[in-house]
């Protein structure tokens, strides 16, 4: 299973950017599923996860009211908006067993994509 993450690039703070995650070889569905960052010089760190069923979301304390994350059979998205320059990272999907552990212990892991906020 490969993990193509999608969506990012250069927006100014307060506005808005939709990320995308799609599967090839296995569709997500089969997984929990968790958006995560890393910004220059920090550790990779969980933004929001989604469980299998669609029926449960969690997200970090930074971006909870901004963030938005959903999916559909083919797709996981995260909706980003009011965004602020602390955002600025690289966003990488993953699929895994439980969103609770996988940071460490993710099955798949996107390629990232780059999210950049001006002030």
């Known amino acids: 299973v490969q993990l193509q993450a999608s969506g990012g690039g250069l927006v100014q703070a307060g506005g808005s950017l939709r990320l995308s995650c799609a599967a090839s070889?296995?569709?997500?569905?089969?997984?929990?599923m968790g958006w995560f960052r890393q910004a220059p010089g920090k550790e990779r760190e969980f933004v929001a996860g989604?469980?299998?069923?669609?029926?449960s979301t969690y997200y970090a304390d930074s971006v909870k009211g901004r963030f938005t994350v959903s999916r559909d059979n083919a797709k996981v998205y995260l909706q980003m908006n009011s965004l602020k320059p602390e955002d600025t990272a690289v966003y990488y999907c993953a699929a895994g067993a439980a969103i609770a552990t996988m940071k460490n212990s993710a099955y798949y892991w996107g390629q990232g994509t780059l999210v950049t906020v001006s002030s």
């Open positions: 989604i469980s299998k069923s669609g029926g």
């Open positions: 070889g296995r569709t997500v569905s089969s997984y929990d």
